[in-house]
């Protein structure tokens, strides 16, 4: 018997819901959209782990997008749902911030025509299939910098029940980052979400791109 998630549990979105479709999930508050930062991100922020030219991808409403941006750092977000970048346009102009936010495929982010030193992802790597997973990664390579850094919150395998996204083991980030990055660190981590007072088991991973 499998434990049961929250009454208002997300539907697994990794394998019902094509990334083009998740501007629907903004017609109200999606569990992910916690309104601020998330904690493990934060704490990059805070010991100046973000450097250079940051990218929020799959940035939602542009929380992490908008932290970076109040360091100073030159800052991009790009999601696949117009409703959410619309919400964070409007976010960066009541906070005086400068980001550009661009409706984007993740999958296709050597079109943005921007390196990166940075790139922050929080909840969407673990939405990628097994398909689409390598096209994830390939894009990133071709987006970040040599010596450049992937942060990834991800859902982990250690998260009891069935509700939610996929979970991910950390031998497929293993996997995923075998070939042209350097895995820096995988550590248990906590990934909020607004159904839950105590969040959901997470996997932060730190990743170099060599």
């Not at 117009?82 to 993740?106: D, H, Q």
């Amino acid at each position: 018997m499998t434990e049961a998630g929250p009454p208002d549990a997300p539907r697994d979105v990794a394998r019902t819901t094509p990334v083009h479709e998740f501007d629907a999930h903004y017609a109200s508050t999606p569990p992910w959209d916690i309104g601020r930062p998330q904690q493990a991100f934060q704490r990059l922020a805070d010991t100046g782990q973000l450097r250079g030219r940051v990218l929020d991808v799959g940035c939602g409403t542009g929380e992490h997008a908008l932290m970076a941006a109040g360091l100073g750092l030159e800052t991009t977000g790009v999601d696949a749902a117009p409703i959410a970048i619309s919400i964070a346009i409007r976010k960066a102009e009541e906070r005086g911030l400068t980001v550009a936010f661009l409706v984007a495929n993740a999958l296709e982010l050597p079109a943005l025509g921007i390196a990166f030193e940075t790139v922050l992802d929080c909840g969407l790597f673990h939405i990628f299939n097994d398909d689409d997973r390598p096209r994830y990664v390939d894009s990133l390579r071709a987006a970040i910098r040599p010596g450049g850094r992937y942060h990834m919150l991800c859902f982990s395998d250690r998260q009891p029940g069935d509700w939610g996204p996929r979970r991910v083991h950390t031998e497929e980030i293993d996997a995923a980052f075998s070939d042209g990055w350097l895995i820096d660190s995988i550590e248990a981590d906590t990934l909020e979400v607004t159904i839950s007072d105590t969040g959901v088991v997470a996997w932060l991973a730190a990743i170099t791109r060599v």
